[in-house]
């Protein structure tokens, strides 16, 4: 279908989703306020070019004698106003952009900056913004830091001793937060959501008593005096902190221990069980009390790993191959190992939009196809096939299959929208 559904996948469910501040942010692109002598929070608002309403992402910049130091590099649609504005801050020179994790709200702006500063992250992070799929050859994002690390990072700058430290398997796999040791401020990233549920991204390896750890670990390990300055919303004293980690904690016993009596989450939502912190109901699919019912019982239910995907396999014989070989060894593990993998349509409509990107269009067409034979019930199959049927010339073939995804699906509005602009251009 459209490719949004790989950004969602990239960008983690939402990714970033990565939250919102409850009301409707104004619209101004960049906003800036005055933290400290030589330290700024700079507002970044965008969005839509996750299919999200417009939300605010914070950034911090250390600016002095040395330069601009950045933590964080918001949105694609808002770096080239960040790159204008970073000019008129002290000598205008950006010299390092530290990225808190991987999501896009958070590194998008990325490539609008690199050509003038040196981008960090943690090497978990890098991996995630490499575009590893299993065996295909890496598609570099444009937005990949350069440098990375691996535990923890001292750097001075301005005058000040700064640490960046990675966060294992709390918010994601490759989280780090940036204290400003001097000034007494931690950059926390999505290390906790002002006011809200938070979004941990456990395709990533995100957990949640990883994150309600970190939690802990800020109230117990920092000076009291520390503030903290999440990516979403409002900056937090310690005193915030632990009512942000007892909101975690009950909530978290509460779905663990329905989860002990036998209640499904379907259950646990429809009983409303989380009533009770509705102040704390975010306003994104992912920061929710249903997705924090959704994301605990996950977490501690036990249920069975998901399976390997086929692309595992596939992507293997296609590292030296041609599609059809890819889709004799489906054919052949699906027969022979039945419960080896997960044979489903979206792993194998992943796999034709990963050839797409690299250019291996006719691989992709083919793959895009056997998807079609092999399910063919699912709109969304057909909305792929008809898309790559498109970029490669095929006018009357993806408008026949954009008319079958339609057929099973009238409301699939991609489908609507690409026939009229075809039959428009005729």
């Known amino acids: 279908m459209k490719r949004t559904v790989l950004v969602f996948l990239v960008l983690i469910g939402l990714g970033s989703a990565a939250g919102g501040t409850g009301d409707e942010p104004d619209r101004t692109p960049i906003e800036i306020s005055r933290f400290s002598d030589h330290l700024y929070v700079i507002t970044c608002t965008g969005g839509e070019e996750f299919g999200m309403p417009p939300y605010r992402t914070n950034l911090i910049a250390s600016v002095g004698d040395d330069g601009i130091l950045l933590v964080d590099a918001a949105f694609a649609a808002t770096g080239p106003a960040l790159a204008d504005t970073l000019k008129t801050l002290g000598n205008g020179q950006l010299r390092m952009v530290i990225n808190t ?70 918010h994601s796999a490759g989280d780090a937060y940036v204290y400003f040791v001097g000034s007494g401020v931690v950059a926390a990233g999505d290390l906790f959501f002002s006011d809200e549920i938070p979004y941990i991204d456990q395709r990533d390896n995100g957990t949640v008593l990883g994150y309600i750890d970190r939690i802990r670990a800020f109230i117990d390990e920092f000076p009291d005096e520390v503030v903290f300055l999440a990516a979403h919303g409002r900056r937090y004293s310690k005193d915030d902190l632990r009512e942000y980690r007892r909101m975690l904690t009950e909530t978290t016993d509460l779905v663990r221990g329905a989860a002990a009596a036998g209640q499904t989450e379907e259950e646990m939502i429809e009983n409303d069980l989380l009533a009770a912190w509705q102040s704390w109901n975010g306003q994104f699919p992912t920061t929710t009390l249903e997705a924090w019912i959704r994301t605990v019982y996950r977490d501690v239910s036990g249920r069975p790993e998901a399976k390997t995907s086929v692309c595992e396999p596939l992507t293997e014989v296609l590292g030296s191959g041609a599609a059809a070989l890819a889709v004799a060894k489906y054919r052949e593990l699906k027969s022979s190992q039945p419960d080896a993998y997960d ?61 079958k995804s339609l057929e099973l699906n009238p409301d699939n509005a991609n489908a609507v929208n690409v026939l009229k602009g075809l039959r428009d251009s005729r």
Do not use: C, W
Request: net charge negative.
């Open 343 to 403: 044979y489903g349509e979206a792993h194998l409509n992943m796999l034709g939009y990963q050839l797409l990107f690299r250019n291996r269009l006719d691989d992709a067409l083919k793959i895009f196809k056997f998807n079609a034979e092999t399910f063919p019930a699912s709109f969304n199959v057909y909305d792929s096939y008809g898309e790559a049927l498109l970029l490669s010339g095929d006018t009357a073939q993806s408008i026949v299959n954009y008319e």
């Open 101 to 170: 994790h991987y999501h896009g709200d958070h590194t998008s702006g990325n490539r609008f900056l690199s050509d003038r500063a040196v981008t960090i992250a943690h090497r978990n992070a890098i991996g995630q913004l490499s575009g590893r799929y299993f065996h295909l050859p890496e598609l570099p994002s444009p937005n990949r830091p350069s440098v990375g690390f691996d535990d923890s990072l001292v750097v001075y700058f301005n005058g000040e001793e700064i640490h960046i430290v990675h966060t294992p398997n709390s």
